[in-house]
């Protein structure tokens, strides 16, 4: 606890991801920060990029009274389309990004990120070869 505040101790949670996208597939997900007082504001990143305010739900927020302290915390849903222009120069891969910052306190600022594999037309073509050739069709 610094002062009046009460800092999360979790990396944010990031759920509701896939196994597995492809091109052109529909992407949702949750990022929910740990309690804190104040409450943490949440940020998208794609690619160590910000996600324009479009492809973001209104955040939730949750209060808690716990000993004498109101903590707080939020959830933010992102929503996009994988596409040629998203993955950018790095081809097959998304890497998705929450933020969860406590703007008053650097010290509480806290990340979780996970990658999103995504096979490009020629992999996916060499992976039919490549299991025709070896008679799993």
């Known amino acids: 606890m610094v002062g009046c505040f009460v800092l999360p101790q979790y990396d944010p949670i990031i759920n509701g991801l896939q196994h597995a996208y492809s091109l052109g597939d529909f992407v949702v997900a949750n990022c929910s920060s740990d309690m804190s007082s ?11 990029r910000i996600v324009p305010s479009d492809f973001l739900q209104p955040q939730q927020e949750t209060t808690i009274d716990n000993d004498g302290f109101t903590l707080r915390y939020r959830t933010l849903e992102i929503r996009f389309h994988i596409d040629e222009v998203r993955l950018g120069k790095i081809k097959g891969k998304l890497a998705l990004k929450c933020l969860a910052r406590i703007d008053a306190i650097p010290q509480g600022t806290r990340e979780s ?7 490009m037309t020629d992999e996916l073509r060499n992976q039919k070869l490549i299991n025709w050739r070896s008679g799993v069709w």
């Not at 104040?38 to 160590?48: E, G, V």
């Not at 990120?113 to 096979?119: A, D, E, N, S």
């Open 38 to 48: 104040p409450p943490a504001k949440l940020y998208w990143f794609i690619n160590d």
């Open 113 to 119: 990120t996970q990658i999103i594999y995504i096979p």
